[in-house]
């Protein structure tokens, strides 16, 4: 008997999640026929998908305003999708903008909604936590202090850990243990983002920087691409910049450990450089209105994941005016050309797998979507059984 869940995930972190989550589940419950929207990698593991999450995908207030229509349209889309195909049940993976609204319509249709990877409401924007509380079955988190957070406001929670953990290689061939010979040139990673919107806002402004850091010492820049950009949204860019930039697409894992250093933007690819040892700036840019607004409401003393679970500064954070050419180049120069300090950030680094937890998340979140569909299931043949008494 076919099994019809929704799975909706954002960006290429969530995509790649998302998937390793049914790629578990489907080994705990046959007959599942998950559908939604997602990216490549949900598709690779047997997502029916009706929408493309890269139509939607963006950062800041004045970038959500230009995709609303199209977003608008999704997201009817996916409700006349549930309308029809009935799911027992639906998995929505952070993008909380969008899913916490879809949240909403599927819990007033009855159905189960299990959240994977929360939102970061104890960050910024507490208030949407009541909205959870009303409308998420259960939360499946990634860090343990979200477990704490949640159950202070009565939310069903699940700490999974974190899939990464399994997901970013150990043993890999770091550039620093080679070490650096004076004159070669300082391998540099960059990573713009999974978004056109951070493409837009911070490829140009990567390349800038490493075109006056290579005033300073020689580098050799290679461009990690998420496989949510096109290659022609990085391939024009660069090109303008006329800098040598070589493009890593596949192992992308390889091609980080390999630097000397990246230039990243905030998100779960801090965590990921972080968890392969290679030295980082995170570089950020938001629209003014939307920095603004944020510098309002949040409540937490860094932006980077690697950071915040490292609890301290180990990582410098070039944000919106301090993310200039100059005064990237600058910090990077600082950086690389300094033996000591490199060692320093690449131990603090170090802790961060630690942190993070054992392996086996995307395991332990496919058990309890699984234990759902079980208690779900016994509901259903419960009344049953009643109707025909």
């Given amino acids: 008997m076919s099994r019809p869940i929704l799975i909706v995930a954002g960006e290429a972190s969530g995509d790649l999640h998302a998937a390793r989550l049914l790629t578990e589940l489907q080994t705990r419950v046959p007959g599942l026929a998950p559908f939604g929207m997602g990216g490549g990698e949900l598709v690779e593991a047997g ?46 993976v952070d993008f909380p903008d969008f899913n916490l609204r879809l949240a909403k319509e599927l819990k ?22 009541k909205t959870i509380a009303e409308c998420v079955d259960e939360m499946l988190v990634l860090f343990p202090f979200e477990r704490e957070f949640y159950a202070e406001h009565g939310v069903e929670v699940t700490h999974v850990g974190h899939p990464l953990v399994d997901e970013v290689p150990v043993g890999l061939t770091q550039a620093w243990e080679r070490g650096h010979a004076s004159g070669e040139p300082f391998e540099v990673a960059l990573l713009p ?21 290579a005033e300073r010492v020689p580098v050799m820049p290679r461009l990690i691409r998420a496989p949510t950009v096109p290659r022609e949204a990085v391939e024009e860019p660069i090109a303008l910049s006329g800098l040598p930039v070589r493009i890593s697409e596949r192992d992308r894992f390889s091609a980080i450990a390999d630097s000397h250093l990246a230039l990243c933007a905030s998100g779960t690819a801090t965590l990921e450089v972080g968890m392969l040892g290679t030295p980082l700036l995170v570089v950020y840019r938001l629209a003014t209105w939307t920095y603004l607004a944020a510098r309002l409401l949040v409540r937490v003393p860094h932006i980077s994941l690697a950071n915040l679970v490292l ?26 050309s300094d033996p000591a300090r490199v060692e320093a950030m690449r131990a603090d680094l170090s802790e961060i797998r630690g942190r993070l937890g054992e392996g086996g998340a995307s395991g332990r979140a496919a058990e309890r979507v699984a234990a759902h569909l079980a208690a779900g299931s016994g509901e259903r043949r419960a009344a049953a059984g009643g109707s025909g008494r």
Avoid: C, H
């Fill in 193 to 213: 983002g999974s978004r056109l919107s951070e493409i837009e806002a911070l490829l140009p402004l990567m390349l800038e920087s490493v075109r006056r850091l």
């Fill in 47 to 92: 997502l029916d998908r009706l929408f493309d999450s890269a139509e939607i995908s963006v950062v800041g207030l004045t970038e959500v305003m230009k995709i609303y229509s199209r977003a608008r349209e999704v997201f009817n889309g996916l409700l006349e999708a549930v309308d029809r195909r009935r799911p027992e049940l639906a998995v929505l």
């Fill in 108 to 129: 007033a249709r009855g159905v189960t909604v299990v959240y994977y990877i929360s939102p970061q409401i104890w960050a910024w924007r507490r208030g949407r936590v």
């Fill in 311 to 336: 609890e301290r500064g180990a990582v410098p954070e070039l944000i919106q005016g301090k993310a200039t050419p100059e005064a990237i180049a600058e910090e990077a120069a600082a950086l690389v």
